[in-house]
């Protein structure tokens, strides 16, 4: 029987866009989003547990670590503001979304309303990251040549255990 699904071979910018994403604050949960709270937690597979552990750290704390980590200078600050607003509408996006969708009890959805639900939250994950690429292309547009290399390194360690962190 021939084999139907075979193993995606992740290049690397796709690997620093993962990662670029959830350091953002648009990471997507692997769990059923309408699962009360209490019943999410024994229910996430060790995908979603990692994707969420980064939960405790709010918005405004990665926006002030990222900004520490790019070395974000006074003169960039006006489009630095345009990527620290992105962050904050595409977090709160996704938990308008997660709102939402909590209110269905998950009883009530078929396989397909579950596919559906994966989709909306594929949708606004990629909405947001269209928004969160183009407000950090012009920041990145207008670093010095060191600075965008920092720039690089701080997105190719993120979420690799044993990286070098940037300081």
């Avoid at 928004?131 to 965008?148: H, I, R, V």
């Amino acid at each position: 029987m021939p084999q139907l699904s075979r193993p995606i071979a992740i290049a690397s910018p796709v690997v620093r866009m993962v990662a670029f994403a959830a350091l953002m604050g648009t990471t997507m949960l692997v769990t059923p989003l309408t699962a009360p709270p209490a019943q999410a937690q024994t229910q996430k597979s060790s995908t979603a547990k990692a994707a969420t552990d980064m939960k405790p750290e709010t918005v405004e704390q990665r926006i002030t670590k990222l900004h520490a980590d790019l070395k974000i200078t006074p003169n960039e600050e006006s489009k630095w503001s345009d990527v620290a607003q992105a962050m904050r509408e595409n977090a709160s996006n996704m938990e308008k979304l997660v709102a939402e969708k909590r209110t269905q009890a998950p009883q009530t959805m078929s396989a397909v309303d579950d596919l559906n639900t994966y989709q909306e939250f594929a949708k606004a994950h990629l909405d947001g990251l269209k928004n969160l690429t183009s407000s950090f292309k012009s920041l990145y547009d207008a670093m010095p040549d060191g600075q965008k290399k920092n720039a690089d390194q701080v997105f190719q360690s993120f979420g690799r255990p044993g990286a070098p962190t940037q300081g």
